[in-house]
């Protein structure tokens, strides 16, 4: 699998939650920075898209799946555990 381009990376003070704008296509994939184990997922869209958008994860891996869309960014929140 392709990895994602992070485009930010916004901090945070909370240890269990991890948030990155990427740049994805459909079928890429995110390495937690943060989490040895990711335990939730919410991905967005960045602007209006009809394309339906989901996340999947195992392990610190999340896949953004959104139906035949390149290169469009999108919202990544992350929730987990070292």
Request: hydrophobic share 40%; net charge negative.
């Amino acid at each position: 699998m392709t990895a994602a381009t992070i485009t930010n990376r916004l901090e945070n003070n909370d240890p269990t939650t991890e948030v990155v704008t990427l740049t994805v296509s459909d079928g890429e994939t995110y390495v937690s920075k943060k989490f040895g184990v990711i335990n939730a997922a919410i991905v967005c869209a960045n602007a209006d898209d009809d394309a339906e958008i989901n996340v999947t994860y195992s392990g610190a891996t999340a896949t953004i799946n959104w139906a035949s869309v390149t290169d469009k960014l999108a919202t990544l929140v992350l929730w987990g555990r070292k």
